[in-house]
C-alpha cells in the first residue's frame, strides 16, 4: 500500500475523516504527543505549533525549561513533536520528526546525547526497562526507536548507541511495546514478536492482517490488542502470534486502547466517535458510547478517579461510568480545540494538550475545567 503521512491524516480528520488526502503541505508537520509526569511533579508538554518540549511543575505551572531554547547554534528545529516523550528517573527521551532523537535532562533540559535516525519520527519511543519484564520496576536501560522508514532500533539509554536495528518493512506509527518480547506493529499490516537482546524475530511469521495496523500494541493477559486501518481491533495471542479474535467497526482504530483487568473489559476508541467496551477475553461488546454528535476519538481513554474519561477530536470531554457507558456529567467539557494526543491522568484531574500547545485541567469527578497559563 502507498505510505500515508500523518500529518495528511490530520487533514483527513478535518474533513470526515477518510475523505481524501491532501490539503496540508508536507514541510508543514503539527505533532500530537501528550503530557506526561515523572515522580517529582515535573510534566513535560509538548507545543505541536513550534515543535518544542517545556518542563512545568504541576503544583504552580511553573515553566522549568523549554527545548530548544532558541540560543543552541546550531539552529535546532524538530519540526514537530508526535510521540509522548519517555521520562525516567532524571532523563527524558523523545523522537522529532526532523529525524533527530535526543535525551535531555530532567532538571535543566541539556542534552545528554542525540541520535540520528533514518527519517522522521512518528512512534513514541519504548522502553526495555531492567531484566524483569513489566510490571516489575526498573530503569530504562534500552530505548526502543521505531522510524517512519519502519527500522526499530536498541538504542542504550546511557549514550545512544545501537545494540541492534530491525527492518519492519514499512512506516511505524505506534509505539514499540516491551513485555519480555519487543512487538511493533506496522503500516504493513504486519505485527512482529522481536527477541529483546539480539531484535531477531521470535514467530516464523509475524502476524498479518493486509492493511495497516497504527494504533500502540498494548498487552492484557497474554493477549496483544492492536488495531488498524483495516477499522478492526485484533487479538492476538503474544506466544504464538496467532489470532484469538477480532472485532471490526465502520472506521479506524488508531487511538491506543485502554485495558482494566480487573473487569477484563478493553475500551478502545474509534474514528467513528464511539467508544467501544470490550470482553477482553473473548472480544464480545459490553456496550458502546456515542456522543449526540460523534466526531472522531483519536486519543486513548483513562481512568481517573473511578471515572472514564475521552475526548473527541473537536476537544469535547466526555465522564463515562466504566461499567455502564453512560454518562457521568450533565454535558461534556468543550475545550474548543482540537485534540489529538492522549491525556495525562494526575490524581483526579486529567491534562489534556491541544493543537497548538494549549493545555487543561479537566476535574474528573465533574468535567470542570481550567486553561494552565504557563510563563
Known sequence: MARTRPHLVIAVLGLSMLAAVGCVQRNNPQGWAGPVTNADGTVLVASTAKGKLSAIKTDDFSRLWTFPSGDEKPEIK???????????????????????????GLDDGKVR??????????????????????????????????TEKGTVYALDAADGSVQWRFDAGDDVWGAPLWTGTIYVASVNGKLFALNAATGEPKWDQPFSTGHGLI??????????????????????????????????????FWGRPLVDETSGTVYAPNLDGRLYA?????????????????????????????????VDRSGNVYGLDPEAGTLKWSAPAALEKTVLSNPLVVGEEVLISAQGGDLFRVDASDGSFVEVETP
Open 78 to 104: 524538530l519540526e514537530a513533536i508526535y510521540g509522548t516523550p519517555l521520562v525516567d528517573g532524571s532523563t527524558v527521551y523523545f523522537g522529532a520528526y526532523s529525524g533527530d532523537v535526543y535525551a535531555l
Open 113 to 146: 546525547w542525540r541520535f540520528d535516525a533514518d527519517g522522521p519520527v512518528i512512534a513514541a519511543l519504548g522502553a526495555i526497562r531492567g531484566r524483569a519484564p513489566p510490571p516489575a520496576p526498573g530503569p530504562v536501560e534500552t530505548v526502543l526507536l521505531a
Open 278 to 310: 470490550l470482553d477482553t477475553e473473548t472480544g464480545e461488546q459490553r456496550w458502546l458510547f456515542e456522543a449526540e454528535e460523534p466526531d472522531p476519538l483519536r486519543s486513548a481513554p483513562v481512568l481517573a478517579g473511578g471515572v472514564l474519561v475521552i
Open 215 to 252: 494504533s500502540d500494541p498494548i498487552v492484557a493477559e497474554g493477549t496483544l490488542l492492536v488495531g488498524g486501518i483495516d477499522r478492526t481491533l485484533h487479538a492476538v495471542d503474544a506466544e504464538t502470534g496467532e489470532e484469538r479474535w477480532a472485532f471490526k467497526t465502520d472506521n479506524w
